[in-house]
């Protein structure tokens, strides 16, 4: 039988968002890549710090066990292969069962995502997620300074996502921008039965609901939709997700507020959004991911 990663959720990650490689990457970013090989192969034996993106990847790895290997997750990197060694030691010396990886010495690595057929795309590298998004693979820039995630919640992976232009297309936004908040409110109360389309990050969302289905009794999975829509416009999200029959956890409809201090108290393992403004406020308390999808990024 020929090896395959069908029916598992894919997850590809750049060595930066995994691992803390930002002293090495002040070196990359000179130009001198000859130099930046030498560091990290000077420091081989050393383990990298974990990044921003770490907790999320360590607790999809728990779901899988010896019956099912239901998560895989695959180095996507613009590191030399040589540096890529380090990458895998560091894996390894966390106990992360990472196997796959591709490393392009500078060159885009997004391309290898369409044969993996990936489910998720993180990156610290904006024209990556661009072009990723631009393949139809759910991707995010990671914000390396964003605060890690809390080791409150053992046992469960919390993600929190934004709705327009992320799990929802940005038709809505679209009108926001276009007409203001009222030309907005008017659109949405009036088209309340109509779901949206769906946005980039819904195949990530229907992933994750079959995983969480699909899964083991040791991890679990509780989502968040944090959202800056305010009734009457939140009606149109939910009957979205029912008609897609996708539960989320919980569902915050801020009208407007800063969404940081709500995602403090949520504690997510990574919360997705596609306006930058919110991405920095939430980089202040947890996890963050620039998804540069919709109008905002046009």
Do not use: C
């Amino acid at each position: 039988m020929p090896v395959t990663l069908d029916g598992q959720l894919v997850v590809a990650i750049s060595s930066r968002a995994l691992f803390d490689f930002e002293e090495e990457n002040r070196v990359f970013e000179t130009g001198d890549d000859r130099a930046y090989m030498k560091l990290q192969l000077d420091r081989l034996e050393q383990p990298a710090q974990p990044g921003v993106a770490f907790s999320l990847v360590k607790k999809l790895l728990a779901f899988n066990d010896p019956q099912a290997q239901r998560v895989e997750v695959v180095i996507l990197s613009r590191n030399d292969p040589v540096s890529g060694m380090r990458v895998f030691r560091s894996a390894q010396h966390y106990g992360l069962p990472i196997q796959r990886g591709s490393f392009t010495r500078g060159q885009p690595p997004w391309r290898y995502l369409r044969p993996l057929r990936a489910n998720l795309f993180l990156s610290t590298h904006l024209a990556d997620v661009r072009a990723a998004l631009g393949a139809g693979v759910p991707a995010a820039q990671v914000y390396p300074q964003s605060v890690h995630a809390s080791d409150a919640h053992p046992h469960e992976v919390r993600i929190a996502f934004d709705g327009d232009a992320v799990l929802f297309s940005d038709e809505a936004e679209r009108v926001y921008q276009a007409q203001g908040l009222n030309a907005f409110q008017q659109h949405e109360q009036a088209k309340a039965g109509q779901p949206l389309q769906g946005g980039p990050f819904k195949p990530l969302l229907e992933a994750l609901h079959r995983l969480q289905t699909e899964g083991t009794s040791a991890m679990h999975i509780r989502t968040a939709l944090v959202t800056a829509r305010s009734a009457p416009a939140h009606e149109r999200a939910i009957r979205t997700l029912m008609e897609w029959d996708i539960q989320v956890d919980e569902a915050m409809f801020l009208g407007g507020l800063p969404k940081g201090e709500f995602l403090r108290e949520f504690e997510p393992d990574f919360f997705f959004d596609d306006q930058t403004g919110h991405i920095e406020s939430a980089a202040l308390h947890v996890p963050a991911g620039h998804v540069a999808s919709g109008v905002s990024n046009a």
